[in-house]
């Protein structure tokens, strides 16, 4: 299914085919729904939407369970976490006073390695 959105096409999926491509059971998104971890779009009749970006956050969401062993609580938590994450590595890069530090330049370059041992880049 192609939903336009602000001039621009973007793919969704209902939660069959989101489940496949994720290689995860219909269960297991509800459930992560349930948690928190996904946000879905719905229907008006409430049918979950999946995007693209909802497909790569239940990747992140099952690396961070799976292969680093964090309950949900903990994959919640460390997904809060890389939000910040991602927040204070756009000011490093983007400030004009931080761009030509060095100091500044460490902190973004170990923020990416975290980032990237998380599976989150």
């Known amino acids: 299914m192609r939903v336009r959105f602000a001039g621009r096409a973007d793919a969704l999926y209902i939660i069959s085919i989101a489940a496949k491509l994720a290689d ?3 269960q297991t998104l509800r459930k992560y729904d349930r948690e928190g971890l996904v946000s879905p779009s719905r229907t008006q009749g409430s049918r979950r ?3 693209e970006e909802d497909l790569e956050r ?6 961070l369970s799976e ?3 964090l309950n949900l609580s903990g994959v919640g938590l460390v997904l809060e976490l890389v939000q910040h994450m991602r927040g204070m590595l756009e000011v490093l890069e983007n400030s004009e ?3 030509n ?3 500044a330049k460490a902190v973004a370059d170990e923020i990416k390695v975290i980032l990237h041992y998380l599976g989150v880049e």
Do not use: E, F, K, N
Request: proline share 5%.
């Open 97 to 99: 006073d931080l761009t």
């Open 24 to 26: 995860m059971h219909p």
């Open 101 to 103: 530090s060095a100091s």
């Open 49 to 51: 939407l999946y995007s």
């Open 58 to 63: 239940l990747q992140i969401v099952r690396r």
């Open 67 to 69: 292969d680093l062993g």
